[in-house]
């Protein structure tokens, strides 16, 4: 049980290229998300999906589209990244309600030159 | 609309003593959750606690303890004897039990234990 696993660890882009940051879970969970961290912002929102099949906006959506592929997999794109997206990107996944608490993936240190 | 507040931005203590971390929220929900998440040096988000707003009683994992105040919005997290180890950045989060509720986050707190 590997719970939620992000690929790659670490990532150096030039403005205008474009990557996908990979999260997978094993852990059978509906909901899934994606964060960004910065110094002294604590973790923003970009995108979450309550359940396969369905996406929605966070807090700091611009710049990014998601890919809910299965209920394991949750993609985040950069189309054209900008420095402004330098950041670590962190993946969660959601315990069904009587739990209900959000478990990390281990996050994805990216730099955009 | 929910916020989660950390004043004390970088608290620096020896080995051993104790320690308490300062959390106050703000939400319209009646019923909500509150969380703490360790990060260590290494990165990971790790999850310590969760607690429901009905529950207001105080709870104790073998150094850490946590107090949970409805009526001053506060949920406090005290390590005892702390140690090296417990060197991190906490924050602590709030989210209504609603399936489009985001999960909010202070700016975090870090806490450095010098042996």
């Known amino acids: 049980n590997a719970g939620v696993t992000q690929t790659p660890k670490f990532q150096v882009l030039k403005t205008g290229q474009s990557m996908t940051l990979q999260c997978a879970q094993d852990m059978n969970h509906n909901s899934m998300y994606w964060y960004r961290q910065d110094p002294g912002m604590g973790l923003r929102l970009i995108y979450y999906s309550a359940s396969e099949g369905t996406t929605d906006k966070g807090e700091v959506p611009n710049g990014y589209n998601v890919s809910r592929l299965n209920k394991r997999e949750f993609s985040l794109r950069l189309e054209s990244a900008a420095p402004s997206q330098t950041s670590v990107y962190f993946c969660a996944s959601r315990t069904g309600p009587s739990t209900d608490t959000q478990y990390f993936g281990p996050g994805t240190r990216l730099t955009v030159l | 609309a929910q916020k989660v507040t950390q004043a004390q931005t970088e608290i620096s203590v020896v080995e051993k003593e104790d320690v308490t971390l300062d959390c106050v929220y703000e939400?319209?929900?009646?019923?909500?959750?509150l969380f703490w998440y360790k990060q260590p040096p290494s990165g990971e988000l790790v999850f310590l606690i969760r607690?429901?707003?009905?529950?207001?009683q105080n709870e104790i994992s073998g150094r850490y303890s946590w107090n949970f105040q409805k009526s001053t919005s506060s949920f406090n997290f005290t390590i005892t004897a702390s140690q090296v180890v417990d060197s991190a950045v906490y924050f602590c989060a709030l989210r209504a039990p609603r399936a489009n509720s985001k999960l909010t986050f202070g700016k975090g707190i870090t806490l450095s234990v010098r042996p």
């Open positions: 939400t319209r929900d009646t019923t909500y959750y």
């Open positions: 607690r429901n707003s009905f529950d207001e």
